[in-house]
């Protein structure tokens, strides 16, 4: 499976980013997956952000994430987006894509283990 993400930078705090996520390969098809993303700070485990299912009509999303960030897929192209609104310095982190070999999302879902392919992450670091 070949991945790309992209989207990440460096941003002011209150500022946006859009994270996206293509992942590609013989066989692989991230259109019949439900996917997720990660975030792993410095010195920290990763942890949970947000999952979507196959076809988009079911999120899960983090506590921590309260109504700032959005998970959306656009299946023609294989891709899943991650737009992260009002960021705070405490959002500082790699964030990864994964997907699952699941179509759908359960409590499951927001655990590590539900994924089985993962995306290089991409860093996007918060200044105060």
């Known amino acids: 499976v070949q991945w790309v993400e992209a989207g990440g930078g460096l941003v002011q705090d209150g500022g946006s980013l859009r994270l996206s996520c293509v992942a590609s390969?013989?066989?692989?098809?991230?259109?019949?997956?439900?996917m997720g993303w990660f975030r792993q700070a410095l010195g920290k485990e990763r942890e949970f952000v947000a999952a979507m299912n196959y076809s988009g009509r079911d999120t899960y999303y983090a506590d921590f994430v309260k109504g700032r960030f959005t998970i959306s897929r656009d299946n023609a192209k294989n891709t899943v987006y991650l737009q992260v609104n009002s960021l705070k310095p405490e959002d500082t982190a790699v964030y990864y894509c994964a997907a699952t070999n699941r179509i759908g999302l359960s409590d499951y879902s927001r655990t590590e283990r539900a994924y089985d392919y993962w995306g290089q992450g991409t860093q996007v670091t918060v200044s105060t």
């Open positions: 390969g013989r066989g692989f098809s991230s259109s019949s997956r439900a």
